[in-house]
T-cell receptor
């Protein structure tokens, strides 16, 4: 199994809603990532978990709250989002966060989020 | 900081013709370079990587990339384009000074017309 599975595929939420994005991989990867991608732009790194601990937070607003319940799962909890947060949210994983430097990322298909 | 640049927002090519998607890099040490492809409404898929060794790297779906140290380039190529190659292509560099995170270029949209 070389897949990263993300649910839901599409999400529409109001600015007062609370929702969660889910990501799952069964490749035994110990690094998991959240990226945000605006249309026709490159992915922007948000968070990195390494061995279920938050390793990198790229100064993301607190209305985004990541969680890594176990080595296979990664969640992104959303609360009080703004319309400008509408984007494709991508989850990715890799064997390790650090070395080796030739490590490749496996991406999920993403959740297309619209904030009204 | 390490970076990659993709000078073309879009590349148009006729089916059957060769294609090139350009990428230049700026790194302080050894470059670790990658190409990823993104089809509509999908995540990114790994195509190929350059670490060391041969300057011509072969990857998935018939793509290859040529590493040129003197020109600091890592252009993606394919001898004969297919309509199904139409997608968004990202060049990336692994930044050893930023927790080994990938830094992506701005992306190039490849349009292959029948």
């Amino acid at each position: 199994d070389t897949e990263v599975t993300q649910t839901p595929k599409h999400l529409v939420m109001g600015m007062t809603n609370k929702k969660s994005l889910k990501c799952e991989q069964h490749m035994g990867h110990r690094a998991m990532y959240w990226y945000k991608q605006k249309a026709k732009k490159p992915p922007e790194l948000m968070f990195v978990y390494s061995y279920e601990k938050l390793s990198i937070n790229e100064s993301v607003p607190s209305r985004f709250s990541p969680e890594c319940p176990n080595s296979s799962l990664l969640n992104l909890h959303l609360h009080a989002l703004q319309p400008e947060d509408s984007a494709l949210y991508l989850c990715a994983s890799s064997r390790e966060q650090g070395l080796p430097t030739n490590e490749k990322l496996f991406f999920g298909s993403g959740t297309q989020l619209s904030v009204l | 900081a390490q970076s990659v640049a993709q000078p073309e927002d879009q590349v148009n090519v006729a089916e059957g013709n060769p294609l090139t998607v350009k990428c230049t890099y700026s790194v302080s040490g050894n470059p670790y370079l990658f190409w990823y492809v993104q089809y509509p409404n999908r995540g990114l898929q790994f195509l190929l990587k350059y670490i060391t060794g041969d300057n011509l790297v072969k990857g998935s779906y018939g793509f290859e990339a040529e590493f040129n140290k003197s020109q600091t380039s890592f252009h993606l190529k394919k001898p004969s384009a297919l309509v199904s190659d139409s997608a968004l292509y990202f060049c990336a560099v692994r930044d050893g000074n930023a927790g080994n995170m990938l830094t992506f270029g701005g992306g190039t949209r490849l349009m292959v017309k029948p």
